[in-house]
């Protein structure tokens, strides 16, 4: 068995120093992996990086980290990316890596992810250069994960993705900017490419959990759904028999809307 | 009873068929004409609405293709029996009466494959909010017919015909609090062409940013919802091309109503916290916003200032601005952000009242949470 911790949408910003590292330390013993699903800067300034990576430096588990949209924002990914990476954490873009936890091997594949929508009411890779781009980039996103996905060779696979695989986990977000918070692309890949389960942020609003057509279970750990530092999931072989410490699934989508208010 | 709706839709019909041969001129009304709408279906009741002067003809023509006519003690309709089913013909629903113009606005619409007209949307929550009072005024039924039936309606006619009912009131409120329609305040888009300028928007460098945009739409909440479904319903209208209503009349009330000088406002009692600490000269591209706009841009600018502005730098809060006045709720990371979104407001637009819900974060870590482990199996 295998635990996971994870959380998204932490924006850090320069002044937030102090406020995430006791929750890494505070996951000594309890998890076996941290996985961070992007949004790690406010306005994604080196600046803020620095912050993140002050925060997860001397993590005691392995931190392994996509980035979002806000990372995005100030130009600076691959920067954002090399001072993450330069802290320890590894950061996954189209890429995977697996993780040896007491013999099992974890693997995580990791993409941004974009948005889109989700079939039935999504966009076309029709009409507008703009247009054709960003279906474009949402489709070579997904691409990228499943390529990830079918590259590990390990016991049990996750999809981390900023971006929402699920209409699921929006739950509480408003409908009309769904084609905003994910594509159904990426679920389409972490069905194809063996997903066990997909964790991914983005969408303060919406609920925790969903599942993909396939059956992958998802999870939105964006920090304000989860309403809690962040959220730990046991997986692997045998999971279901060794969890006894478990928090019963509530099967009402009301907890998971009743928990953040605001964003 | 699984039948009753069956056999309500059948003796619906043989009505109307009925009173369309007589050339009496009609519209199916009640929870019916809501339910050709696209509202819940009806268990019982069949209503038509009918000119009171018709009302005796209508009767005899019932009677003669085998209905069986009641003389109730209301003076405001009378009923007929088919069969089981009774059929209440209506002539003053809630003490109006039902007029030429009230029926020639109604809808040709097709009701379970039969051709009718029903009653006008607008006049239909009209009749239906007025009638709410102290002994019915249960929003668990009106809710979902709002719902169904929102952008069929022009709110802002609904909104002065009901004004004196508190009933109606509290409904409205409560719809327009679920974004389920526009704010009472609200000032239709084409009603100012000229006005609409996205001053901020042209600043904005990244055109890719997700967050921004879209919080930018939940914040305005049912602001920007409430407007497009105004659009919606003048869209509706035409296209439906059978709403017969007079336009001048309407239009002309719809028109005075809203004309709002822009960016006077309109009489708000100042009764939240005004804001008036300005920290620092504003910085060029974050100058004074044009206040003229629409509340709802206002609101979608502010949230945007507060996302770019590094003070604040939160992409998650909400901005809502009614009559002027702004709230903004959400969660900030720190103190000094949270009284940060007051300064950023501030600069954006002076002199409105702020209220500032912002809440700071808890920083709970896990060794502070009960073991909460799910299990992935």
Request: proline fraction near 7%; charge should be negative.
């Amino acid at each position: 068995m295998m635990r996971i911790a994870a959380v998204g949408d932490i924006h850090l910003g320069a002044d937030s120093g102090g406020t995430f590292g006791p929750v890494v330390r505070g996951l000594a013993g309890r998890a076996d992996v941290l996985l961070l699903a992007g949004d790690l800067t406010q306005h994604g300034l080196p600046a803020e990086a620095e912050v993140v990576a002050a925060e997860v430096a001397g993590a005691p588990l392995p931190v392994i980290a996509v980035l979002g949209n806000h990372d995005y924002h100030g130009d600076a990914e691959r920067e954002i990316a090399g001072i993450l990476t330069g802290a320890g954490v590894t950061v996954l873009e189209g890429t995977s890596t697996v993780v040896d936890v007491d013999g099992e091997r974890l693997g995580v594949a990791g993409v941004k992810g974009f948005g889109g929508g989700f079939a039935g009411a999504s966009g076309s890779d029709f009409g507008e250069p703009l247009m054709k781009a960003f279906v474009r980039h949402t489709k070579e996103a997904a691409a990228r994960l499943q390529h990830a996905l079918d590259a590990l060779d390990c016991d049990f696979r996750i999809a981390l993705t900023h971006y929402a695989p699920v209409p699921d986990t929006l739950i509480g977000e408003r409908a009309e900017i769904y084609p905003f918070l994910g594509s159904y692309h990426l679920a389409e890949a972490m069905d194809a490419g063996g997903a066990g389960l997909a964790l991914h942020g983005h969408a303060h609003a919406g609920s925790e959990r969903g599942s993909t057509a396939g059956g992958v279970p998802v999870r939105n750990v964006a920090r304000p759904v989860l309403g809690r530092p962040c959220a730990i999931y046991a997986v692997g072989v045998g999971a279901a028999v060794e969890g006894v410490r478990m928090a019963a699934p509530s099967p009402a989508p009301e907890v998971d809307l009743a928990a953040p208010t605001g964003l | 009873m699984e039948d009753a709706p069956r056999g309500l839709r059948e003796s619906l019909k043989r009505v109307a068929v009925t009173l369309k041969e007589a050339d009496i001129p009609f519209a199916l009304g009640g929870s019916y004409a809501c339910w050709a709408r696209g509202g819940p279906e009806p268990v019982h009741d069949v209503d038509f609405m009918l000119r009171e002067e018709d009302v005796p003809r209508a009767v005899e023509v019932l009677a003669a293709s085998g209905l069986r006519p009641v003389d109730p003690p209301e003076d405001w309709l009378t009923k007929v029996f088919d069969g089981e089913v009774l059929v209440d013909l209506i002539h003053h629903p809630v003490g109006r009466a039902v007029t030429r113009q009230m029926l020639e606005r109604s809808s040709e619409m097709s009701v379970d494959s039969v051709r009718m007209p029903v009653l006008d949307a607008t006049d239909w929550f009209e009749m239906t909010l007025l009638a709410l009072e102290e002994r019915y005024c249960d929003l668990t039924r009106v809710l979902p017919m709002i719902r169904a039936m929102r952008e069929q309606v022009d709110w802002d006619q609904v909104r002065r015909s009901t004004a004196a009912s508190p009933f109606a009131e509290a409904a409205l409120l409560v719809a327009a609090r679920l974004n389920l329609i526009p704010p009472a305040d609200s000032v239709p888009i084409a009603a100012r062409p000229g006005e609409i300028e996205l001053s901020a928007a042209a600043e904005r460098t990244d055109g890719t940013e997700g967050d921004p945009v879209q919080r930018a739409g939940g914040a305005k909440g049912g602001r920007a919802e409430g407007r497009s479904t105004q659009g919606n319903c003048l869209e509706g209208s035409k296209a439906a091309g059978n709403h017969r209503r007079p336009t001048v009349q309407r239009g002309g009330a719809h028109d005075r109503q809203n004309t709002v000088e822009p960016g006077t406002d309109p009489g708000q009692p100042e009764a939240v916290t005004a804001v008036t600490t300005v920290t620092a000269s504003p910085p060029g591209d974050q100058a004074e916003m044009d206040l003229a706009e629409a509340d709802e841009y206002l609101a979608g600018e502010l949230h945007d200032r507060l996302a770019e502005d590094p003070r604040v730098a939160e992409l998650g809060l909400e901005v809502v601005v009614a009559d002027g006045r702004i709230l903004v709720e959400g969660e900030v990371a720190t103190d000094v952000r949270r009284r940060a979104v007051a300064d950023v407001l501030a600069e954006a637009a002076p002199g409105r009242p702020v209220r500032n819900e912002v809440t700071v974060t808890g920083r709970a870590t896990v060794a502070d949470e009960p073991a909460s482990v799910e299990t992935i199996s």
